[in-house]
């Protein structure tokens, strides 16, 4: 048991988002000494693992709940991971898959939002390609395969999408800090280290764990469903709760050759039903997600019960109050109440299969199977004061510290997350270490951001 570290920078987490912070303090700031504490035997084990997510690098074509303004800046957000893949010595085959991407519409009112979307995003995805009836069959005949002509269909595709082992990645992350180690300064590991409490000392943070003490001046909490676990030990994000929502797949056999998603309804904070090839799973389609409720802050796991609870403040009037708000929209309602149905043992896939059929017409329930192990948690956020329900990532920035929550499209963009992070930190020191923004940029964007724009801006908090 170690004793007592002290550190300029402590990261709480070991997934995509947290590994992507702790890669870009360690290459392009002059933090002098950083460490990354995580619970588990390895990086990516929630919900970067590759099983417990979609796979999917979203860049904003595809993604119908995303005005244009945010696929403005989720794009080229995005690409860094492409662009850090790319610089990586032949291990892009481990970590990036080229895939398809298609959105399908299907009947007149999907139809006309989706070409309004394609007159409008045109611009900002000029590889993206409309497609009708005859095209569709040739790129995915089995969306067309005994689908009557009279019905209404239409796609917009690209063929240059990619498909990413978010688990890898956030191991790469780490595996090149420690390649390119920096000398004269101090960047630790720490593996099987759970974080057991945190509290505020004079010129800090002392976080106690599983493996001794630490002390930090400036912390960062990248523990998504955690994040407003540890926010409310220190007295920030009590106006928030959290509704817990699993999502689960089925397998088919090989139907699609890529990626297809089908339209999404923007008052639900979860991705409508798609198919994707799985990166480890050859020869079959990956369908869901389902979506149900599930009071754990990790899927399958129950001893997070209790965490929940706690994050979730379940027995204040004020939270009480937002559920029902936000759980009588009928929408909503009816969503998750059909969503119970589909995780049913051997009669669910009987409910569930309807949803398949609007991609694959000839598809039975016959031909699904539960993906078992398969799925994470997507808890999202309620604002017990406003009742509202707060989509996308957030962000609590406080004295030294900042918790991040990061739902999709947290993954896709945490490069540029830690990016606003190092430069946030770098505002926390007051100007005693440099960030070298420009850099990373150069590096794995091709050039500068747009730094007045932020991708979710409405979500970030000052407590």
């Keep these: 048991m170690i004793k007592n570290k002290i550190y300029d920078v402590v990261v709480i987490g070991g997934g995509v988002s947290g590994t992507a912070l702790f890669y870009t303090l360690s290459k392009y700031s002059t933090v002098k000494s950083i460490a990354i504490i995580e619970k588990y035997g390895s990086f990516g084990q929630v919900n970067s693992k590759w099983s417990n997510n979609s796979q999917t690098l979203h860049t904003g074509d595809i993604e119908t709940n995303y005005s244009l303004e945010k696929a403005s800046i989720v794009k080229p957000a995005a690409l860094m ?6 610089s990586l010595k032949g291990e892009d085959n481990k970590i990036i898959f080229p895939v398809s991407k298609m959105v399908l519409a299907v009947g007149k009112k999907e139809v006309v939002q989706l070409e309004k979307r394609y007159l409008e995003f ?16 040739k790129i995915e005949p089995a969306i067309t395969k005994r689908r009557s002509k009279e019905e209404m269909i239409l796609a917009l595709y690209t063929p240059n999408g990619y498909a990413i082992d978010y688990e890898v990645l956030a191991k790469s992350f780490v595996d090149e800090v420690a390649r390119n180690k920096p000398p004269n300064r101090n960047i630790d590991v720490f593996l099987n280290t759970k974080v057991i409490n945190i509290c505020k000392i004079e010129y800090g943070y002392k976080i106690t764990t599983t493996n001794g003490t630490f002390e930090s001046k400036t912390v960062v909490v990248n523990t998504d469903a955690y994040g407003l676990f540890f926010a409310k030990l220190l007295g920030y994000g009590k106006e928030f709760s959290l509704i817990p929502v699993a999502g689960n797949f089925y397998f088919s056999k090989q139907m699609l050759n890529g990626k297809v998603y089908t339209m999404q309804d923007k008052k639900l ?3 409508a039903v798609h198919g994707d090839p799985d990166v480890h799973v050859p020869n079959k389609t990956r369908w869901g997600p389902t979506a149900k409720m599930s009071p754990v ?9 209790l965490d929940y609870f706690r994050s979730a403040s379940l027995f204040r009037f004020a939270t009480i109050k937002s559920f029902v708000v936000i759980l009588s929209d009928m929408v909503r309602f009816t969503f998750l ?5 589909y995780d049913i043992p051997i009669v669910g896939k009987y409910f569930f299969v309807k949803n398949v059929q609007k991609i694959v017409p000839t598809i039975r329930a ?20 406003t009742h509202e329900l707060q989509l996308g990532e ?26 606003r992070d190092a430069e946030k930190i770098m505002e926390f020191f007051g100007g005693l270490y440099y960030f070298d923004k420009c850099k990373m940029e150069d590096d794995f964007a091709g050039g500068c951001f747009d730094h007045d724009k932020k991708i979710i801006s409405e979500n970030a908090y000052v407590s």
Excluded: H, W
Aim: net charge positive.
């Design 297 to 305: 802050l990790e899927s399958r796991k129950f001893s997070t019960t």
């Design 394 to 419: 957030g962000k609590i920035i406080g004295d030294n510290i900042i918790f991040n929550m990061t739902p999709s499209p947290g993954a896709s963009v945490c490069l540029f997350n830690g990016m």
């Design 337 to 341: 109440l059909k969503n119970t149905f």
């Design 269 to 271: 904070p979860f991705a």
């Design 81 to 86: 991971v492409s662009g850090y893949v790319s």
């Design 122 to 137: 045109r611009t900002l995805y000029p590889d993206l390609k409309r497609l009708e009836y005859d095209e569709i069959a």
């Design 366 to 385: 016959s031909n699904l199977r539960k993906a078992k192990g398969f799925g994470g948690m997507r808890l999202q956020r309620v604002n017990t004061k």
